[in-house]
């Protein structure tokens, strides 16, 4: 028979499942994994209806002790019942024969696979059969329906009968509702055809929502991966010993000396032996918690600093007493993860684990040769075991947008943050299977190379991790949020603080905190962006703002960070684009409108154009309870911990009006040592004076400075060409490890933002290339068009604090700046000593040797955080050590 005809549309008898997979075809075999045969039913029962109606020869295969699923007998209905007691080979034979009788074109509906186990007493022979059958019935043309009762047979059996199939669904109940969950439809695809459908009434309506479908997932009790026990290795002998329980019994036991004794070991296996983790797993954590965490583990390891942080920031949320009553405002979770073994196994399986070591020994690589590295790792393979795994994952989320995050074992522990160091990819999670696979696979492959980043390891380095144990585990989570027209992403997301550095008025208190808000991905909340300004809301004051008036406008957000499912790939669209067409819910809580430049926040329904949108989050803040959640949440998370805490969520608005918050990351933060001793001076000779400093953080004296790093704003903004300000990071890096500078202190200072990743507005430098520097300076010239920027709460500020990278901006056109411009012009330029063969970047890069420039006199920075004021100038380095003035940056 032609393709044509093969593919013609085949009705499954529920109009709603054919819109959905774009109907059967003719050779599909259809497994329905199911929870018993009363559902298999509920789809079997219209399939022979639409088949006896269509004058199709359609046939029951009997067979199971159950009862029949066809009772009473329908008409024209037949039935060919054959006996599995003789064995595998017999029963194959009698089935053979049946489907060699009936020939081309018949449709067949078979009892449940799953009792064929009970008589052969073994799954292999289960899938030995169904491999020999399903071809058979896919060469005549049939269509047949076969049924597996979900989580009855081993993880091999399964994965061979969805290699075979042409049609793969989960049908189950959840709180008396059902749902279909097409896993595999070969050779058609739609954006909405593996996600979990609601099933009533003969429609089927898809579950967008995340904290909805991570909600259906968890209720159905879908075992997500079959686990391996039949290894003698000590972390599956624990989890046997363990598993043998049931919840209450585990409840029961739980304080008993000796499974006390086996939870604790468990908790070494899965989260570590980190003191402080440790601590917080004893106490927070029950024996169920982490059984459902191995449950979820691929291969063997553990979880890393990520997803410990933020399972135990859960955890203590739903345990904490008084305030928030968390279980009923927190979204549920449904992530996986994949164990650090599994990173190691790779590296040994694909030849990579000698350039590793090498790598991080020497820990000093450029990013041409990262670049070279990275490829290697993207050609590398998984073991069969573990792909099998994956696949299992991937069949669990469906199309569910998903990211991958690293979560290696020294990540967000207590003292080490490594905020932004290693890779987190997203997949839009888009496409058939195969796929979205290989997109799963490059993500996974991408966040084990970033172990090897430069950032990363001079991070490490300077904290004297180079040659501690460091493997990479992955965090795989749902992403946050809904769909909206081809878009996917949340309502609200953001990173808060449970200490807020940025003190704008004496009006805040800085031990509430602060949290730092977006609409949609909260990578525009971590990251640091051009000419886009999250809300900043000081906790102790959500209605205080840095700005006023009419700048209220100008410092917002007008860019949104989306998942394109159309398109299966992470976008940057202007929010009008979000807002044009279909109304999003709840809008009137986050946006305010432009009115002959006055802010006005919506009575009601939102009236007027996206054009005149502005992100506020006023209502949010004045008519729901999300800060009072915040304040609760950071509160109880700092009390647990024991130190401030630094807290990634999401949040949506529920159909109610009222926010559900879902926390994705939880580390300590590291909070700079309060420094009551430091005074500015009260005169400083203007000749000695280079700039001063306003609106600082930090603070701290740092002393005997010998180098500055100086980017003229002017010639950077007006004669710079493309690839000089492309190649500008590069360079500054090169200075930055030079180890003449290294062993010495300097002063970096650039238009506009360091880090920047649009060169139009600052220097396009990362970690590596400017962690030797003590005090970062951002230059804002008027006529250059650049303005410093904090980003208060970026992984670029948490590097600078946890560094004690002393901040200022400066604005040299301002008259109280003070700004030295005779100095920093006549200054003589060593920049070939530290980059030899730069020549092209003298106009624009100049490093000065400050003893050698200002008569053997050293650069002095003292900067008071809590006037917010700081001063650069010269000094004697004799006078200075006299002084006897602490060095360290608050």
Not at 307 to 333: N, T, W
């Amino acid at each position: 028979m032609g393709n044509d005809e093969r593919w013609q549309f085949v009705s499954s008898g529920i109009p709603a499942l054919d819109r959905v997979i774009e109907g059967l075809r003719l050779g599909d075999n259809v497994v329905w994994q199911v929870d018993g045969p009363e559902n298999y039913l509920k789809v079997a029962r219209p399939f022979v209806k639409q088949a006896l109606h269509e004058g199709r020869t359609t046939v029951y295969v009997r067979f199971a002790p159950h009862e029949s699923i066809f009772f009473p007998p329908q008409a024209g209905l037949e039935v060919a019942e054959v006996d599995p007691r003789p064995g595998f080979d017999s029963f194959s034979a009698q089935v053979n024969q049946v489907i060699e009788e009936k020939g081309i074109g018949a449709f067949y509906v078979f009892d449940s696979l799953s009792s064929l186990v009970e008589e052969w007493a073994t799954d292999e022979l289960l899938a030995n059969f169904f491999q020999v059958t399903c071809p058979y019935l896919h060469e005549l043309d049939t269509v047949a329906y076969f049924a597996l009762t979900r989580g009855r047979h081993s993880h091999s059996a399964v994965a061979r009968i969805r290699d075979t199939t042409q049609v793969l669904m989960d049908l189950y109940h959840v709180k008396g509702e059902l749902y279909i969950h097409p896993l595999k439809v070969w050779d058609r695809y739609s954006s909405e055809m593996f996600l979990p459908h609601l099933f009533t009434e003969g429609s089927l309506t898809p579950v967008f929502q995340s904290g909805d479908a991570s909600r259906l997932s968890l209720r159905a009790r879908k075992l997500p991966l079959r686990v391996r026990a039949d290894s003698i290795a000590p972390w599956d002998s624990v989890y046997r010993k363990l598993s043998q329980y049931n919840e209450e019994e585990l409840q029961e036991l739980e304080h008993t000396g000796e499974i006390q004794a086996l939870k604790q070991e468990l908790s070494r296996m899965i989260i570590g032996g980190d003191p402080g983790f440790r601590r917080l797993s004893d106490e927070y954590f029950t024996l169920h918690d982490l059984l459902e965490i191995r449950n979820r583990l691929i291969g063997s390891g553990r979880i890393g600093g990520k997803a410990a942080g933020m399972l135990l920031a859960r955890s203590i949320l739903r345990k904490a007493p008084g305030g928030v009553d968390f279980s009923q405002v927190m979204e549920e979770h449904d992530s996986f993860y994949i164990g650090s073994d599994v990173f190691f196994t790779f590296l040994i399986h694909n030849d990579l684990f000698r350039l590793r070591l090498r790598l991080t020994r020497n820990s000093r690589i450029s990013t041409a040769e990262f670049e070279r590295v990275e490829e290697r790792f993207l050609e590398g393979r998984f073991p069969g075991e573990i792909m099998e795994q994956f696949k299992d994952l991937l069949d669990y989320f469906g199309q569910a947008p998903i990211i991958i995050r690293s979560s290696s074992l020294l990540e967000d522990g207590f003292g080490n943050a490594f905020a932004g160091k290693y890779r987190s990819e997203f997949c839009a999670n888009q496409g058939n299977p195969e796929a979205r696979l290989e997109d799963f696979l490059r993500a996974v492959k991408l966040v084990y190379a970033s172990a090897v980043h430069p950032d990363a390891l001079a991070y490490r380095r300077e904290r004297g991790l180079g040659e501690s144990d460091e493997q990479m585990a992955i965090l795989v989570q749902r992403v946050s949020g809904m769909r909206h027209k081809n878009f996917f992403f949340p309502s609200l997301a953001g990173v808060a603080f449970s200490h807020n550095l940025y003190r704008w008025t004496e009006r805040i208190d800085p031990s509430q905190g602060i949290v730092r808000l977006v609409f949609g991905l909260g990578t525009r909340a971590v990251n640091r962006v051009g000419g886009d300004y999250p809300r900043l809301i000081a906790v102790s004051h959500p209605r205080l703002r840095p700005e006023v008036g009419s700048k209220i406008a100008f410092y917002s957000q007008r860019e949104v960070d989306v998942l394109d499912l159309a398109q299966n790939e992470f976008r940057i669209l202007p929010l009008v684009d979000i807002l044009r067409g279909e109304p999003y819910p709840a809008l009137d809580l986050f946006v305010s409108t432009l009115q002959d430049g006055y802010i006005r926040d919506p009575e009601g329904i939102l009236m007027g154009s996206p054009e005149t949108c502005v992100l506020t989050f006023n209502n949010l803040l004045n008519r729901t309870e999300f800060m009072r959640y915040m304040k609760d949440l950071l509160s109880k998370l700092e009390t647990a911990y024991g130190y401030p805490v630094d807290v990634e969520f999401t949040a949506s608005i529920d159909s109610h009006g009222s926010p559900r918050i879902n926390v994705v990351q939880c580390r300590p933060m590291r909070v700079p040592s309060p420094m009551e001793d430091v005074v500015l001076p009260a005169r400083v000779p203007r000749d000695l004076l280079l700039f001063r400093a306003g609106r600082i953080i930090s603070g701290g004296i740092v002393n005997d400075i010998k180098y500055i790093l100086y980017i003229d704003p002017k010639a950077y903004a007006k004669q710079a060409p493309l690839e000089i300000k492309q190649e500008m990071g590069r360079i500054i890096g090169e200075i930055n490890r030079h180890p003449d500078l290294a062993q010495d202190r300097v002063i970096m200072m650039g238009p506009g933002r360091w880090g920047s990743s649009n060169i139009m507005l600052g220097v396009n430098t990362t970690y590596s290339d400017i962690n030797h520097a003590s005090v970062l300076v951002e230059v804002a010239r008027e006529e250059a068009g650049h303005v410093p920027d904090v980003s208060f709460g970026t992984h670029f500020f948490l590097d600078l604090v946890e560094s004690q990278i002393i901040y200022l901006p400066v604005y040299p056109d301002d008259p109280e700046a003070d700004f030295n411009v005779t100095f920093f012009k006549e200054a003589p330029n060593s920049l070939q000593r530290f980059a030899p063969g730069a020549e092209k970047f003298e106009e624009f890069i100049k490093v000065i040797d400050v003893p050698s420039a200002a008569g053997g006199r050293y650069a002095q920075v003292v900067a008071d955080a809590r006037q917010g004021k700081a001063l650069c100038f010269l000094h004697a380095a004799e006078t200075l050590r006299r002084a006897g003035a602490p060095e360290k940056p608050s």
